[in-house]
C-alpha cells in the first residue's frame, strides 16, 4: 500500500475535490401585483323586524315556528282574549244604551220645536230638549269610541306578520305572561339580501373598490352574483379587529338562502413586489428569508424579507430584495452560510 501511494504522488495527479452542491436559482424582478382578497361572510335580509303584542297577556297559542315562511297578515301568536272580549262586549252594550238615549232625545227635541212654532212652549223648555240632545249625541260618540277602542284591544290579542318573510327566531312559548312590545318573533323580509362580512380594517383601506364585487357560494362556486358594498359599520370590533361590512346583492340566487355561506372577492391595490415560488422560502429565527447567491463567488447567504401575501405556487415579497438578485428557488434545505453552490441550468 506505501508502494502504490508512493507511485501515485511520483505521478503528480491531483486530488479529487469535493463535488458542489447543485440548486436552481431565479433572477428577482420588480413587477406590479395586483392581488384580490377573498373573505367568508353570510346571507342576511335587508330588512328584519322584531314582532311583538301591542298589550300585556299570557300567550295561549304559539302558530308560527322559526324557518316558517309566512305571509302579511298572517296569524303567528295569540294571547287570552277573555278580558279584551269581555270589554268589548260593555261596549257593545253601552253603545246601544247611547243610541236608545239619542233617539229619544232627538224626538223630545223634535216635539218642541213644532210646539214653539205653534207657540204651544216656552224657550226655555225648547233650549233644554236641545241641551239633552246634544249631550245625548257626545255621550253617543264617546260610547262608540270606547267601542273601537275595545275591539282594538281584542284584535291585538293576534300577533300577525306585518310583511311577508321568514321568521328566524322567536323568544316565547304558549303559557308564558308576556309584556307590551316584548319581542316574540324576528321576521326576515321577503325581497334584498345582503351579504354581510367581518373585514380587516387593513383590507377595507386597501380595498380599490367597492362595486362589481364577485359572490360566490362557499358549497357550490358555480352559484355566484354580483354585490356592491351598501352600508360599513361605523364601529370597530376590538376583539375580532374587524369591521362589519354589509354587501347588497344585485340578484339572489335560491341556493343563497337565508344563512348560506358566501365568498367575496375584491382587488386591492396595486403594490411592486418581487414574485418568487415557494420553494424558495426558508427562515431567520421564525421569520422569513431566502438564500441569495453571489454571483462572483457563487456562495449563499441567508436574506431576511418581507412576505406581503402568499398565493397558491408563489409567494410575494413585499421587501427586502432588489431587482436583478439570484435567489435559490429550489435545493434550500441542503445550503449552509457562506456554501459554494453551482447553479443547475444557469439562473432564470
Known amino acids: 500500500m506505501v508502494c502504490l501511494g508512493l507511485l501515485a504522488a511520483c ?19 420588480i413587477v406590479d401585483f395586483t392581488p384580490s382578497m377573498t373573505l367568508t361572510g353570510v346571507v342576511e335580509a335587508r330588512t328584519r323586524t322584531d314582532l311583538s303584542f301591542r298589550i300585556n ?15 302579511t297578515g298572517q296569524v303567528l ?15 257593545k252594550a253601552s253603545v246601544a244604551s247611547a243610541e236608545a238615549l239619542e233617539r229619544q232625545t232627538s224626538v223630545a227635541f223634535e216635539r218642541q220645536k213644532e210646539l214653539l212654532t205653534r207657540g204651544n ?45 321568514i321568521i328566524t327566531s322567536q323568544t ?4 308564558q305572561v308576556v309584556a307590551q312590545a316584548q319581542p316574540i318573533f324576528t321576521l326576515a323580509r321577503d325581497g334584498a339580501r345582503d351579504a354581510v362580512f367581518n373585514v380587516h380594517e387593513w383590507a377595507l383601506n386597501n380595498a380599490t373598490t367597492d362595486k ?35 354587501v347588497g346583492l344585485r340578484q339572489t340566487p335560491d341556493p343563497m338562502s337565508l344563512g348560506a355561506l358566501v365568498n367575496g372577492t375584491a382587488p386591492m391595490k396595486t403594490q411592486k413586489v418581487v414574485l418568487l415560488p415557494w420553494s424558495a422560502l426558508f427562515e431567520i429565527a421564525g421569520k422569513p428569508a431566502v438564500w441569495v447567491i453571489d454571483p462572483r463567488s457563487t456562495t449563499v447567504s441567508l436574506k431576511p424579507i418581507v412576505l406581503s401575501r402568499y398565493t397558491k405556487d408563489r409567494i410575494v415579497v413585499a421587501d427586502g430584495l432588489q431587482a436583478g438578485e439570484v ?22
Open 77 to 91: 301568536a295569540k294571547l287570552d282574549p277573555d278580558e279584551q272580549r269581555e270589554e268589548a262586549v260593555s261596549a
Open 121 to 165: 212652549t216656552t224657550r226655555r223648555d225648547h233650549d233644554q230638549a236641545e241641551a239633552n240632545l246634544r249631550a245625548a249625541e257626545a255621550q253617543l260618540k264617546q260610547a262608540q269610541s270606547d267601542l273601537k277602542l275595545a275591539e282594538g284591544q281584542l284584535s291585538y290579542t293576534e300577533l300577525r306578520a306585518d310583511a311577508d318573510g
Open 57 to 71: 297577556g299570557k300567550i295561549s297559542e304559539r302558530i308560527a315556528n322559526v324557518g316558517d315562511h309566512v305571509v
Open 212 to 246: 362589481d364585487l364577485a359572490i360566490t357560494l362557499v358549497s357550490d362556486p358555480a352559484v355566484k352574483t354580483m354585490g356592491d358594498v351598501r352600508e360599513i359599520a361605523p364601529a370597530f370590533n376590538p376583539e375580532s379587529e374587524t369591521v362589519r361590512v354589509k
Open 327 to 348: 435567489v435559490v428557488s429550489a435545493g434550500v434545505q441542503l445550503l449552509r452560510p457562506g456554501q459554494k453552490v453551482e447553479i443547475a441550468g444557469g439562473a432564470r
Open 172 to 175: 316565547a312559548e304558549a303559557g
Open 11 to 29: 505521478r503528480n495527479e491531483p486530488v479529487p475535490q469535493a463535488a458542489l452542491t447543485r440548486v436552481k436559482a431565479v433572477t428577482t424582478e
